[in-house]
């Protein structure tokens, strides 16, 4: 495993780095040895398929002599006088907080890195609430251990959030029987091209086609006449699919 990507220097002193952020947690230095856990910043001086300056997992400790995973992806060993050690502080979750599951045992359906939205915080003993946003178990909630989640990254909601819109456009579509962005003749749409139209409105799938283009709309313009354009899937909205429209049934 290399040097760990994304660390973020947020704080110095005296040129000396004190505090960084990575995947979404922060960092302090720390006085005194390291624990499993922790990250270190290696030294300038530090050499041997390993990156001077770079930061690393602790993956062992034995006295003040840390093991890390160096950048060839073998077991590496390091006196203090090569490291610096830096501690996750602990930074506690709170309503509308987005997190990632790290332990998911006694979950049956939840995994690793799945992501949830802290909805309700009782401050027992099991006090978050969560809303699971990713993964097998997405759009139910559960309770679950503060140990068992921690801070999401921006990247990682912004992903989860994508994929729940997808799902979620991919269900409106299947409850009506079709895929996504599949029109058909008579369906009532909004269509965002007012110069075509010169007009802004709904209009009414007249083709149904099948090629890149896009269905047929037809719509009234600004003067009364029947306009007709095919316009790409992206610049329309479904309105009213055909099979519900009154005046067809």
Known sequence: ?????GVKT????DGEITKVAYEGSEYERVEGGAKVGDIIRLTEEARRDVTPGGFYTVRGVR???????????????????????????????KVGDYAK???YSDYPGLAKGDIVKISRDD???????????????????????ERRLVHATEAEVAAAKEAEAKRSTEAKWAK???????????????YDDPVLFMNEGIGEVIVDSECYRGPKIG???????????????SKLTLITPVEARFDRS
């Open 1 to 5: 495993m290399a040097a760990l990507k």
């Open 63 to 93: 006295g003040a002599r840390v093991q890390i995973t160096d950048d060839v992806n073998a077991p590496h060993h390091w006196d203090e006088e090569y490291y610096v050690p830096f501690r996750k502080k602990h930074v506690r979750l």
């Open 176 to 190: 009506i029987g079709r895929k996504v962005d599949e029109y058909k003749v008579g369906d009532i749409v909004a």
């Open 219 to 233: 719509a009234i313009d600004d003067g009364g006449a029947l306009e007709e354009y095919y316009l790409p899937r």
């Open 10 to 13: 947020l704080d110095m002193v």
């Open 123 to 145: 401050e027992s003993s099991v006090p978050f609430y969560c809303d699971v946003l990713s993964g097998e178990r997405a759009k139910t909630s559960i309770w679950m251990y």
């Open 101 to 103: 599951v790290v332990d």
